[in-house]
């Protein structure tokens, strides 16, 4: 892939961003035994039968998922965002509808939804490849969550790695924490954002808004 200006936009898998990759695939900071172990003491908790067949392998099920669900404890948004481009473009650059998983920290159940991230590079011009948006979502995504906590955190990480002149985060979910349980509101969606620089000044941010909508018949 290149730019307008037909600089190379590939990415090269060294350094730092190596280092996020081998994140992604490593789960050994995760203690699996002992989740393993929670997992059967719920089991019987709940007055089930661990050892019959359909459940003997669920601990060891719920462990992996939890090391793959919880990945992003362990991954740092400096490496992840640590390639970087000079592609003389100083407009607004956003990534929309991407859409994610997390984990609500309260009950340890998923809210889910999609996430919009915008950014204008700043006089540096650093600007970063588009996945790399995406997978900052995942980064903070993959925790024990608020809704709040993410979307600043993914506007603080660009802020902090790439200078924009500005930045903004809007992510809209459905929380099953409030779907299939306790006030039972299944389809109610929880709209955060978190605007940093330029796109504090209403034009701007009109203009990241309307980019947002469009298409989407809002
Ligand atoms: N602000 C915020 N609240 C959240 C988020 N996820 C879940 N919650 C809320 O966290 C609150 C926890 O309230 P508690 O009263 O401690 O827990 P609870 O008795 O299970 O509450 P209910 O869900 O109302 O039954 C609930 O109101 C949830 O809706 C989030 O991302 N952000
Ligand atoms: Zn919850």
Redesign the pocket.
């Known amino acids: 892939m290149s730019s307008d200006n037909g600089q190379e936009l590939s990415e090269p898998i060294s350094g730092s961003y190596a280092d996020y990759l081998e994140t992604e695939r490593a789960d050994s900071r995760i203690d699996q035994p002992r989740i393993e172990a929670a997992v059967r003491e719920i089991l019987l908790a709940i007055g089930e039968d661990p050892d019959r067949s359909g459940l003997k392998d669920t601990p060891g099920r719920v462990a992996r998922a939890y090391a793959e669900i919880f990945t992003g404890l362990h991954q740092d948004p400096a490496d992840l965002l640590a390639t970087t481009f000079d592609i003389g473009h100083a407009e607004m650059v956003m990534v929309k509808d991407i859409p994610f998983y997390s984990t609500?920290?309260?009950?340890l159940v998923p809210?889910h939804g999609v996430a919009h991230v915008g950014y204008i590079p700043g006089p540096e011009g650093r600007v970063t490849g588009l996945s790399k948006l995406a997978r900052l979502v995942d980064l903070f995504a993959k925790r024990p969550?608020?809704?709040?906590?993410?979307t600043t955190q993914v506007v603080e990480a660009l802020v902090d790695n790439l200078h924009p002149a500005g930045a903004i985060v809007v992510i809209e979910?459905e929380?099953l924490?409030?779907s299939m349980?306790?006030?039972r509101k299944p389809g109610a969606k929880?709209v955060?954002s978190a605007v940093r620089g330029q796109l504090r000044d209403p034009a701007t941010r009109a203009e990241a808004m309307n980019l947002i909508l469009s298409g989407q018949g809002r």
């Open positions: 609500c920290e309260h009950h809210f969550q608020v809704q709040e906590r993410l979910c929380h924490c409030m349980r306790g006030v929880t955060t």
